[in-house]
């Protein structure tokens, strides 16, 4: 057994969560109401993993955010939050149905005037804009098949010093079965070595939820 990482347990987790950033009750009803779209609540990110992302982003003082994959607008009013009042944070998605959620959410929690939210694919609203800094902090949370190109992209516009993180870096575990070829696992490995090799940044891999790569941009 590693002498360097804890077996990680439910009860165990939530102790973590609880020492963490206090719980908020509309995050709590917003993950209540992603509940209920069954199996695709999946998507939503962990509430420490949230805790983190909000403290990042304040840590850094960042003003301007980009997301790749809002879902249902969890991790977007973790960032959002975290920003200033003249802070902006686009918001990339296809799903009109999820996102009406996330819209509905963002007034709630008092930070839709920080947010972009543009729908249609991501790389395409990203290959529209300036190939210059224009964000200090991104999130990327959404088709596995296309992390290396949205880590690409989103490198790009990432100012010297910034941040990006990568959610679903470890797949339940499954980036070690060498017998799982799937394409979206595939892909989280290749962006995984490609990230890790990457002489533009700083990379440190997070056992967080399902991994969350913490990238620093030289």
């Known amino acids: 057994m590693s002498t360097h990482f804890v077996p990680m347990t439910p009860a165990l987790e939530d ?3 609880r020492h ?8 709590a009803e917003l993950a209540a109401e992603t509940a ?8 939503q990110i962990a509430e420490l993993q949230g805790s983190l992302m909000s403290l990042l982003t304040g840590a850094i003082a960042a003003v301007r955010a980009i997301e790749i994959g809002t879902f249902t607008g969890y991790s977007a009013i973790c960032i959002a939050r975290a920003l200033p009042a003249h802070g902006k944070l ?4 296809v799903s009109d149905e999820w996102t009406s959620i996330a819209r509905r959410y963002f007034a709630k929690a008092g930070v839709a ?6 729908i249609g694919p991501a790389l395409d609203t990203l290959r529209a804009l300036p190939v210059e800094p224009l964000f200090d902090i991104g999130f990327i949370d959404a088709d596995k098949v296309n992390q ?7 490198l790009l516009r990432l100012r010297s010093g910034g941040l ?3 959610d679903n870096v470890l797949r339940e575990g499954r980036v070690l079965d060498a017998s799982l070829h799937d394409p979206a696992l595939s892909a989280v490995r290749a962006c995984n070595d490609a990230v890790a090799a990457d002489p533009r940044v700083e990379v440190a ?5 399902d991994g969350l790569t913490v990238i620093r941009k030289r």
């Open 15 to 17: 102790y973590l969560t």
């Open 20 to 27: 963490s950033t206090r719980r908020d009750a509309l995050l």
């Open 36 to 43: 209920q779209l069954g199996e695709v609540q999946v998507m």
């Open 90 to 93: 686009l918001c990339c998605d």
């Open 113 to 118: 005037h920080k947010i972009d939210l543009r």
């Open 148 to 154: 290396r190109n949205y880590y690409e992209e989103v």
């Open 164 to 166: 990006l993180l990568i």
């Open 205 to 209: 891999m997070l056992p967080i939820a």
